[in-house]
């Protein structure tokens, strides 16, 4: 590895010095570094820093991204590189940070591990998505599609079909469709599985759902999904990762895997099991 652009969290002053340390490390280690405009300046203070930059509508080729924030630090990320297929390392700067690699205090060490290949590429679904009647301009998700109600506290009815054939509708605050990463994120918090994040699935989770017959629901991540949703509102929300996008109502949703991956960076001794028990607190006797 060699070319390294950096994303970073600008909310976090806290722990600025810090990352500058880890930047002189980096180029001690004979990397060439690249930091996003916007962060450089928020490092350095408006003052003249050494450093290169770029900005995010022109993102140049890299052997690696790193995102130094947490969760959606490391989705902002994937949402500017992954389609040219670079991998992502994440160091938390944040709290959760449950897709992130290591901490910051351990970052050092991180890229060593990094630089000597201790360390693996896991690829991870993404989702896409498109509106018959809006134009969306990024529809790319790594944890999750939601449709939600907009300036109402009507329920939505969301007529879904799976794979081109009838499934339900779905009658209440929204519907999520998840992928394996981000079923431990909003898909978790209204009930949904947990699943290994490599697995070729996606989930189906009704938000405050009016029947007690809706329930969660995995099917197979090669499944185009559509939503035609209807409410007493004009519009409803699309969220995709967090970035809001308002469709008519009316309109129709098409849900897919994406056409590429996000590669996520891992360190060889993490793995699916620790990572819950240490970030999630999985089975932990409070007693």
């Known amino acids: 590895m060699k070319q390294l652009l950096i994303f970073g969290n600008r909310y976090q002053q806290d722990d600025a010095s810090t990352v500058l340390s880890l930047l002189a490390h980096l180029r001690e280690r004979g990397l060439e570094v690249a930091v996003e405009h916007e962060y450089l300046n928020f490092l350095y203070q408006g003052k003249d820093a050494d450093v290169a930059s770029f900005q995010t509508d022109h993102v140049p080729p890299a052997d690696m991204a790193l995102s130094l ?39 050092n060490e991180l890229i060593d591990d990094v630089l000597a290949g201790n360390y693996r590429i896991e690829e991870r679904t993404m989702l896409e998505v498109s509106c018959d009647a809006a134009h969306i301009e990024h529809p790319w998700a790594l944890n999750e599609i939601a449709v939600l109600r907009h300036d109402t506290s009507s329920m939505l009815d969301m007529e879904t079909r799976l794979r081109s054939h009838e499934l339900t509708t779905y009658r209440g605050d929204g519907l999520i469709v998840s992928t394996p990463t981000g079923s431990t994120a909003y898909n978790l918090s209204v009930g949904g599985p947990i699943l290994e994040p490599t697995t070729s699935c996606l989930v189906l989770s009704p938000i405050s759902p009016h029947s007690l017959t809706m329930r969660p629901l995995v099917v197979r991540d090669d499944s185009e999904i559509t939503i035609r949703t209807h409410s007493r509102a004009t519009h409803y929300e699309v969220s995709i990762d967090g970035e809001v996008t308002l469709c008519p109502t009316g309109s129709t949703l098409t849900v897919a895997r994406a056409p590429y991956c996000a590669r996520v960076v891992q360190r060889q001794g993490n793995n699916f099991a620790s990572t819950l028990r240490q970030k999630l607190l999985w089975g932990t006797d409070r007693r």
């Open 69 to 107: 924030g947490g969760d959606g630090t490391f989705l902002t990320t994937v949402m500017w590189v992954a389609r040219q297929g670079m991998p992502i390392l994440g160091i938390n700067v944040g709290h959760l940070g449950y897709l992130t690699a290591g901490r910051l205090a351990d970052g």
